[in-house]
């Protein structure tokens, strides 16, 4: 009987050692993170008719998800030699970031992947003048500012990185599609918050966030180890032994 | 991870690039006019036939839209975005009509590069006979694009 409770332990001690000699683990930090981006305020230093402020939040579901929500506002103004356009107003954006660096080079300081957004903006869009000339004369004329609301969705590759300690910095690439700009087919939206050009179906921007981040949860994730590549000289002795056969 | 690093490298240029290119000033390269095009046609053989000499001008204007035209095919004609209504003085091979159009009209965005334009529906035309024979309204929605509006038989 003893002998063969001996044998059990011995037996479930090796396939625990084997277990673990297959498999590494590694503790992995979830995070909330909270960001500022700061591509807007950067372009507000060079255009003042263009504010734009955004920030976000994102919650670490796993080491591979991330649940975000984006907030932000914006001021434009355009003016050209035949109108003046005005547009203000606020938008969210919902949606999952995938890491896809591997959990043990990200470590939860690294980040390389891509994100899926749907973006929905509340804002008010006006021409207080336009003009237009043919050969009847010169027509000046206006467009009553309205509040309208756009749909759209995002793809967003992009990096962050730890630079300090709960402190990371990333770009985000946004790749924009238009589902509706809130305006009728004879009056879209030159720019509004969150997308852009209106008239366009399609769009890109860039966030630059600066990150504050602090880990809620740690989480150990088992990693498989790589498996080690053959070298040349494997390779050479397997040939030459396969031509001495011959 | 350098292909990853060159993967990334490649998406941050290709991003960049892409909105610099987006945030270029663009030149306006779009038709920002919604003329009426009309068409002319023979009223015998009901084949279309460019008038030897046209001349189109805005009753009351001195500017002419067309003058003493060969092979106008169609004719361009702009309307007035501020008033209901244009009237147009036709000549066709030196004979005289007037052609009086009923529209209403409204503001369209063409482009941020180009700005307004109006677009125009057209309700009714008057005219009188002297050369032309009928008018015919096509497509009364009269844009930027290249669609034939109305027929003038003459």
């Given amino acids: ?246 | 991870m350098m292909k990853l690093h060159s993967f990334l490298s490649v998406l941050l240029m290709t991003g960049i690039s892409a909105i610099m290119i987006s945030c270029a000033p663009e030149a306006c390269f779009e038709e920002t006019n919604a003329h009426l095009k009309a068409s002319f046609y023979s009223y015998s053989t009901k084949k279309q036939l460019a008038p030897d000499s046209l001349t189109i001008f805005g009753l009351g204007q001195t500017a002419k839209i067309y003058s003493k035209a060969k092979n106008v095919q169609p004719a361009l004609i702009p309307l007035n975005p501020s008033a209901g209504n244009c009237t147009l003085v036709v000549r066709i091979n030196n004979v005289t009509d007037t052609v009086e159009f009923m529209y209403s009209s409204y503001p369209y965005l063409i482009s941020k590069e180009c700005g307004y334009t109006f677009l125009h529906t057209l309700d009714s035309q008057a005219f009188t006979q002297n050369n032309i024979d009928t008018i015919l309204i096509i497509k009364p929605n009269i844009t930027t694009a290249n669609e034939e509006n109305i027929r003038i038989f003459y």
């Fill in chain 1, 1 to 246: 009987m003893r002998r063969t409770f001996a044998y059990s332990i011995s037996l479930l001690l090796f396939l625990s050692g084997g277990s673990l000699f297959a498999q590494d683990t590694i503790l992995f930090p979830l995070k909330i993170r909270a960001g500022v981006d700061i591509a807007g305020p950067g372009t507000y230093l060079t255009d003042k008719d263009n504010l734009s402020l955004e920030g976000y939040i994102s919650y670490d579901r796993n080491e591979k998800m991330s649940y975000v929500i984006e907030a932000g506002y914006l001021n434009y103004k355009y003016s050209q030699y035949n109108y003046d356009y005005l547009s203000k107003g606020i938008f969210t954006r919902l949606g999952v970031d995938f890491n896809l660096l591997k959990p043990g080079m990200s470590l939860g300081k690294y980040w390389a992947g891509i994100g899926l957004r749907y973006g929905l903006s509340v804002f008010n869009s006006g021409t207080p003048y336009f003009q237009y000339e043919n050969y009847w004369g010169t027509v000046t004329s206006s467009i009553a500012s309205k509040t309208k609301t756009g749909h759209f969705i995002e793809i967003t590759p992009g990096v962050r990185t730890e630079l300090f300690k709960n402190f990371s910095m990333g770009w985000t690439i946004r790749l924009k599609l238009l589902i509706s700009g809130g305006g009728d087919k004879d009056l879209r939206p030159i720019y509004f918050p969150g997308y852009g050009n209106g008239v366009n179906r399609t769009a890109a921007g860039i966030s630059y966030f600066l990150t504050w981040n602090i880990r809620y949860k740690t989480r150990t994730v088992i990693t498989k180890p790589e498996v080690p590549e053959e070298t040349d000289e494997t390779e050479v002795e397997s040939t030459n032994q396969q031509q001495t056969n011959y």
